[in-house]
Protein backbone atom coordinates (compact mmCIF):
# COMPACT_ATOMS: atom_id res chain seq x y z
CA UNK A 1 0.00 0.00 0.00
CA UNK A 2 1.04 3.78 -0.63
CA UNK A 3 1.69 6.11 2.61
CA UNK A 4 1.22 9.47 2.26
CA UNK A 5 3.57 11.82 4.95
CA UNK A 6 3.53 14.82 3.87
CA UNK A 7 4.75 15.57 0.18
CA UNK A 8 6.35 12.33 -0.06
CA UNK A 9 4.31 8.91 -1.24
CA UNK A 10 5.84 5.55 -0.16
CA UNK A 11 5.27 1.95 -0.47
CA UNK A 12 4.80 -0.27 2.58
CA UNK A 13 6.30 -3.74 2.38
CA UNK A 14 4.95 -6.31 5.33
CA UNK A 15 8.14 -8.37 4.66
CA UNK A 16 10.43 -5.80 5.45
CA UNK A 17 11.21 -3.72 8.54
CA UNK A 18 11.48 -0.01 6.28
CA UNK A 19 9.39 2.05 3.34
CA UNK A 20 10.37 1.07 -0.12
CA UNK A 21 10.46 4.68 -2.69
CA UNK A 22 8.49 3.85 -5.50
CA UNK A 23 11.40 4.78 -7.53
CA UNK A 24 13.35 1.66 -5.79
CA UNK A 25 10.17 -0.51 -6.07
CA UNK A 26 10.66 0.52 -9.98
CA UNK A 27 14.26 -0.47 -10.59
CA UNK A 28 13.86 -3.60 -8.47
CA UNK A 29 11.12 -4.39 -10.50
CA UNK A 30 12.92 -3.33 -14.33
CA UNK A 31 16.04 -5.48 -12.83
CA UNK A 32 13.91 -8.85 -12.55
CA UNK A 33 12.05 -8.47 -15.87
CA UNK A 34 15.84 -8.07 -17.00
CA UNK A 35 17.02 -11.63 -15.86
CA UNK A 36 14.50 -13.17 -16.79
CA UNK A 37 14.48 -11.93 -20.15
CA UNK A 38 18.18 -12.65 -20.15
CA UNK A 39 17.59 -16.29 -18.91
CA UNK A 40 15.19 -17.13 -21.36
CA UNK A 41 17.34 -16.06 -24.09
CA UNK A 42 20.12 -18.08 -22.71
CA UNK A 43 18.12 -20.78 -21.93
CA UNK A 44 17.21 -21.21 -25.76
CA UNK A 45 21.00 -20.62 -27.02
CA UNK A 46 22.56 -23.20 -24.16
CA UNK A 47 19.93 -25.53 -23.38
CA UNK A 48 23.13 -27.98 -21.91
CA UNK A 49 22.49 -25.44 -18.89
CA UNK A 50 20.50 -26.58 -15.60
CA UNK A 51 18.41 -23.95 -13.98
CA UNK A 52 21.44 -23.09 -11.46
CA UNK A 53 23.79 -22.12 -14.12
CA UNK A 54 21.51 -20.48 -15.84
CA UNK A 55 20.68 -17.91 -13.39
CA UNK A 56 24.12 -17.99 -12.06
CA UNK A 57 25.28 -16.83 -15.87
CA UNK A 58 22.55 -14.40 -16.06
CA UNK A 59 23.08 -12.74 -12.62
CA UNK A 60 26.45 -11.90 -13.58
CA UNK A 61 25.72 -10.20 -17.19
CA UNK A 62 22.81 -8.04 -14.87
CA UNK A 63 24.58 -7.67 -12.06
CA UNK A 64 28.55 -6.72 -12.93
CA UNK A 65 27.59 -3.99 -15.48
CA UNK A 66 26.11 -1.99 -12.14
CA UNK A 67 29.33 -2.57 -10.30
CA UNK A 68 31.73 -1.03 -12.65
Same mark, same amino acid.
Request: charged share 35%.
Given at each position: ????????????? @? =?????????? %???? !? *?S?? #????????????? @? =?????????? %??K? !? *???? #??
Open positions: PLIVDGEAIRMEF @S =DTPRDVTPAF %TLLA !T *LVR #LHNKIAKDLAILR @S =DWDDERLFQE %TRK !T *LLPD #LR
